[in-house]
């Protein structure tokens, strides 16, 4: 099982790193939806806040990247049954809290986000 070594912004830098890193052709200038980029050097990149709302290419990368997400979601729900995922796709909505208090949080979650941490806690207090 994973431990929690990053939280969500530096798994996401590290992540786009890596993705970019990994493009067989070298990019001469990188778009990034957001206010941070990854630290790659001899690389131009720039980042725009709220890009995909007006930059096509984030538009069309977040489209393809959330559509990806969500398939993967609707999977994941179906090795979890009754975790929801396949409706709020992981997202923290009330109706995801509450079926992570009554199923078991999986290996998949993060165990140091809050809301997730709590019902953790919660439940060692009853056992």
Request: glycine share 6%.
């Amino acid at each position: 099982m994973a431990k929690n070594k990053f939280n969500i912004l530096n798994a996401t830098l590290i992540s786009m790193k890596r993705a970019i890193k990994n493009l067989k052709k070298k990019p001469g200038l990188v778009l990034i939806d957001g206010n941070k980029t990854p630290k790659i050097n001899g690389l131009r990149m720039k980042a725009i806040i709220k890009g995909d709302s007006k930059i096509p290419e984030i538009s069309a990368a977040s489209i393809i990247a959330k559509v990806h997400r969500d398939f993967y979601m609707i999977n994941l729900s179906k090795k979890n049954p009754g975790s929801g995922l396949e409706k709020n796709y992981g997202y923290g909505t009330k109706q995801h809290m509450l079926a992570l208090k009554k199923i078991d949080i999986t290996k998949f979650h993060r165990k140091t986000f809050y809301p997730v941490n709590k019902i953790l806690t919660q439940k060692k207090k009853k056992d």
